[in-house]
C-alpha cells in the first residue's frame, strides 16, 4: 500500500534509515512508507553508493536530508549520529539494510575465499549493526522505547550456496541484534531482524543464480515471495507502537516459505520432468 493513505501510523516519530539506493530497493520502499505514515527521518548510505545510486530523488520526494556514512567507521557513525542528533534530536527507529561482499561480486567460491573481503562482508553487514548501536546509545540519540529493524534473509539458518559469506554476515547480524536487543531492553528499546524472501532488488538481481532462488522460494511458499513494498508495510508495524513487546525475534517475511516442505505445484512439476528425461 505503499502509495496509499497512510494510517497514521508514525506519526511524530523520527528516525534513521541506512542502506537506500534506488526506487527497487526495499529501504527505498520502507522509506516511503514511513513517510506515509507521518515519519521524519535521515537517509544515510555510503559515499560510493550515494555516487552509483539516486538517493536525491528519494530525499526530495520525503523531505529527508541525506548524510554520507561509511558504517566501516566508527568516526563517520558518531558522526553521522550527531549530525542526526542536530537535525532530528531523538529518533525512535533505525532501519539497517546494509549488506555487500566483495567476494560474491568477484564470483569467489566460497571454499576460496579471499579472507580480507571476508572481513569486508562481515563488517559491513554485520558489525555495522553493533557499531551504528554502539553510537546511537554513545550519543544520546536513541531515544527510549525506539525500535531498530534490520533486514536479514534464512540463509542464516539455511545454506543457499550462491549466498556464499553473505550467509555466515546474516547469521552474525542475527546474533547482533539478539545480544544488543537484550542488552537495550531496560530502555523499553526493541531490536529485530526481519529476514525477506527473496526480492527482485539492484542488490538481490546482482547474485548469481538469484532469479532460480526466487523461483524457488515463490513455488515453495504458500502465500508467495512478499514484495518490497509488502516488506515496508510489515516494517512500519515494527517501529510503530503496535509492536512494543516484540524484541530479540528473527521474524520470518517470506510467504511461509521458512514453515513449507514442498508445494503441491512444485512436485507436480519435478514428476512431469522426471517423465519427460525418461
Sequence with gaps: M??????????????????????????????LACKREGAEFVLSNAPIALRLGTLDALSEATNAPVIACDVSNDDEVEELMNNTKEHLGGVDFILHAIGMSPNIRKKKEYSDLNYNWYQQTLDI????????????????VINDNASVVALSYIGAQRIFSKYSDMNDAKALLESIARNYGSRLAKRGIRVNTVSQAPTKTSAGTGIKGFDSMYTFADKIAPLGNPSADECADYCITLFSDLTRKVTMQNLYHDGGFVTSGISEEMIDGLVKLYADEE
Design 2 to 31: 505503499s502509495d496509499e493513505k497512510g494510517f497514521g501510523l508514525l506519526k511524530g516519530k523520527k528516525g534513521i534509515i541506512f542502506g537506500a539506493l534506488d526506487d527497487r530497493s526495499i529501504a527505498w520502499r520502507i522509506a
Design 125 to 140: 553487514s554485520a558489525v555495522s549493526l553493533h557499531r551504528v548501536l554502539k553510537h546511537a546509545e554513545k550519543t544520546g
